[in-house]
């Protein structure tokens, strides 16, 4: 029997060795960054997305610690959320590129390709057709991007983006997403699909030639409606990484709050909750990860796991915002505490004792931490 295995490790852009302050790497090595997403190329090759900030005219400091971010300047949580510095417009933000090999479990940038700073969230999604991304540029409509890359002897090579890596991506359709921020794109069929959210799930099927959308939904309720009612909505469910294949099922990895504040006592989530010392230092929630496994015909949640910490946590904000699958892991990357990239090695086996038909959460849900 295979044995169960998971591993993180954080990723850490590292300043050059001449502090060339108009450099891609000073710049957004001197950046907070967080919500890493990422997508194979080829061989040992992928790219990584991230969400990258910075106060304006403001150092990161060196005492930054992640958990005492209410009490840090530099940070965006800083004061709470009736200071004049929560999430102030005068950051500097934006979406940053590198690309990287992975060779046993191990990360290494090898280049630093551009960042813009009109879009964040930034998704890849690997497809027949190269990658492509999805991203908020605003307003919640979606907005995508696409790149394309050659290998060239031991070295892979960015031979074009649509658009520049610099500007905003091409608005998909027309559609204003209130529901939900983050979609989740993936490929099916050599069509592209995109979920918009879960309550029930919702889909798009995208005709990028013919400039048309095409809106689908699965018939049935899914079990994240029982959940949510169940617990009174304190406890809710979002979309997070594109969906890859999972057996001759697509599976994608969101995210799961709870909302320490209403959450019913005496329950799972409650209890949960109470212990929870990681937990969202200023609006008193816990964000955690579960996988979700869909038919991609019929477009119904098949199975689902526990919400989860993955190991080695720090601060209980976890957000999911990409998945790849490489030699025998799957690898999950995400952002700890609006502040840190990253990544999750787990196989397929720990997956499959992870995940459970439906069925199993018709009454409560649980809640754990995976430990290493």
Same mark, same amino acid.
């Given at each position: !029997?295979?044995?169960?295995? /998971?591993?993180?490790?954080?990723?850490?852009?590292?300043?050059?060795?001449?502090?060339?302050?108009?450099?891609?790497?000073?710049?957004?090595?001197?950046?907070?960054?967080? %919500?890493?997403?990422?997508?194979? +190329?080829?061989?040992?090759?992928?790219?990584?997305?991230?969400?990258?900030?910075?106060?304006?005219?403001?150092? +990161?400091?060196?005492?930054?610690?992640?958990?005492?971010?209410?009490?840090?300047?530099?940070?965006?949580?800083?004061?709470?959320?009736?200071?004049?510095?929560?999430?102030?417009?005068?950051?500097?933000?934006?979406?940053?590129?590198?690309?990287?090999?992975?060779?046993?479990?191990?990360?290494?940038?090898?280049?630093?390709?551009?960042? %813009?700073?009109?879009?964040?969230?930034?998704?890849?999604?690997?497809?027949?057709?190269?990658?492509?991304?999805?991203?908020?540029?605003?307003?919640?409509?979606?907005?995508?991007?696409?790149?394309?890359?050659?290998?060239?002897?031991?070295?892979?090579?960015?031979?074009?983006?649509?658009?520049?890596? $610099?500007?905003?991506?091409?608005?998909?359709?027309?559609? %204003?997403?209130?529901?939900?921020?983050?979609?989740? !794109?993936?490929?099916?069929?050599?069509?592209?699909?995109?979920?918009?959210?879960?309550?029930?799930?919702?889909?798009?099927?995208?005709?990028?030639?013919?400039?048309?959308?095409?809106?689908?939904?699965?018939?049935?309720?899914?079990?994240?409606?029982?959940?949510?009612?169940?617990?009174?909505?304190?406890?809710?469910?979002?979309?997070?990484?594109?969906?890859?294949?999972?057996?001759?099922? !697509?599976?994608?990895?969101?995210?799961?709050?709870?909302?320490?504040? +209403?959450?019913?006592?005496?329950?799972?989530?409650?209890?949960?909750?109470?212990?929870?010392?990681?937990?969202?230092?200023?609006?008193?929630?816990?964000?955690? !990860?579960?996988?979700?496994?869909?038919?991609? +015909?019929?477009?119904?949640?098949?199975?689902?796991?526990?919400?989860? &910490?993955?190991?080695?946590?720090?601060?209980?904000?976890?957000?999911?915002?990409?998945?790849?699958?490489?030699?025998?892991?799957?690898?999950?990357?995400?952002?700890?505490?609006?502040?840190?990239?990253?990544?999750?090695?787990?196989?397929? /086996?720990?997956?499959?004792?992870?995940?459970?038909?439906? $069925?199993?959460?018709?009454?409560?849900?649980?809640?754990? &931490?995976?430990?290493?």
């Amino acid at each position: !029997m295979e044995p169960t295995f /998971y591993k993180t490790i954080e990723l850490k852009l590292q300043h050059p060795v001449r502090s060339d302050k108009l450099s891609l790497q000073f710049i957004l090595s001197n950046n907070v960054n967080f %919500n890493p997403s990422i997508a194979h +190329i080829v061989d040992d090759f992928f790219l990584i997305s991230f969400y990258t900030w910075r106060r304006k005219d403001k150092p +990161i400091s060196s005492s930054y610690q992640l958990t005492g971010s209410v009490t840090d300047p530099y940070h965006q949580y800083y004061g709470g959320q009736n200071s004049p510095t929560w999430w102030r417009e005068d950051e500097y933000w934006g979406t940053g590129y590198v690309l990287a090999t992975i060779i046993n479990q191990n990360i290494t940038i090898i280049k630093y390709l551009g960042y %813009n700073n009109y879009c964040f969230d930034m998704k890849l999604s690997s497809t027949n057709f190269g990658i492509s991304g999805t991203s908020n540029c605003g307003g919640g409509k979606i907005y995508i991007h696409n790149f394309v890359f050659v290998k060239n002897g031991n070295d892979v090579k960015l031979t074009s983006t649509y658009p520049d890596l $610099k500007f905003e991506g091409v608005k998909l359709c027309k559609y %204003n997403q209130v529901e939900e921020k983050n979609w989740s !794109m993936y490929e099916y069929n050599e069509q592209m699909y995109i979920s918009q959210w879960l309550y029930p799930h919702h889909i798009v099927l995208v005709k990028s030639k013919e400039n048309k959308c095409i809106k689908l939904k699965s018939k049935n309720v899914t079990v994240f409606q029982h959940i949510m009612n169940y617990y009174n909505k304190s406890v809710l469910f979002s979309l997070s990484t594109p969906a890859i294949p999972y057996y001759n099922l !697509m599976m994608g990895v969101g995210h799961v709050k709870i909302v320490g504040d +209403i959450v019913p006592p005496y329950t799972t989530a409650y209890r949960f909750v109470q212990n929870d010392y990681l937990k969202h230092p200023v609006s008193n929630m816990s964000y955690l !990860m579960f996988f979700y496994v869909f038919d991609p +015909i019929t477009l119904d949640i098949v199975r689902i796991s526990p919400g989860f &910490y993955p190991p080695n946590i720090t601060h209980g904000v976890v957000f999911a915002s990409g998945l790849t699958k490489h030699d025998n892991d799957y690898i999950i990357s995400y952002g700890e505490g609006d502040a840190k990239m990253k990544f999750l090695f787990i196989n397929n /086996y720990a997956i499959d004792r992870l995940l459970s038909p439906v $069925k199993y959460y018709d009454h409560g849900y649980e809640f754990i &931490y995976l430990n290493e």
